[in-house]
């Protein structure tokens, strides 16, 4: 069965870390592009960051350059997400997203499967 599953979330303090990773069942999504998004209540869904498996390209969402970083473990099927020096505006649900045609993309109709999301609470 297809299926995403993100964990790591929580609630941390500002200027804290968090690294929430995403594990793709199986071998699936061994070489699609994987992608995070976010979304806060009342606001739309909104891009993180993605990172292609080979080569391991990476872009990101300028409120996140710096702060966070994609990461990937080709054996494990799992994507990372670190995340530091976090601010209450990265307070959101986090959802982990997979692309099957291996694009680089920032919007949300481009990714085929997605996870239930894990919350992270940044607290000022």
């Known amino acids: 069965q297809v299926q995403l599953v993100e964990s790591g979330g929580g609630l941390v303090q500002a200027g804290g870390s968090l690294r929430l990773s995403c594990a793709a069942s199986?071998?699936?999504?061994?070489?699609?592009?994987m992608g995070w998004f976010r979304q806060a209540p009342g606001k739309e869904r909104e891009f993180v960051a993605a990172?292609?498996?080979?080569?391991?390209?990476?872009y990101y969402a300028d409120s996140v350059k710096g702060r966070f970083t994609i990461s990937r473990d080709n054996a494990k099927n799992t994507v990372y997400l670190q995340m530091n020096s976090l601010k209450p505006e990265d307070t959101a649900v986090y959802y982990c997203a997979a692309d099957s045609r291996r694009r680089l993309a920032i919007t949300t109709s481009a990714y085929d499967y997605w996870g239930q999301g894990t919350q992270v609470t940044v607290a000022s």
């Open positions: 990172i292609r498996w080979n080569p391991a390209n990476t």
């Open positions: 199986g071998r699936t999504f061994s070489s699609y592009t």
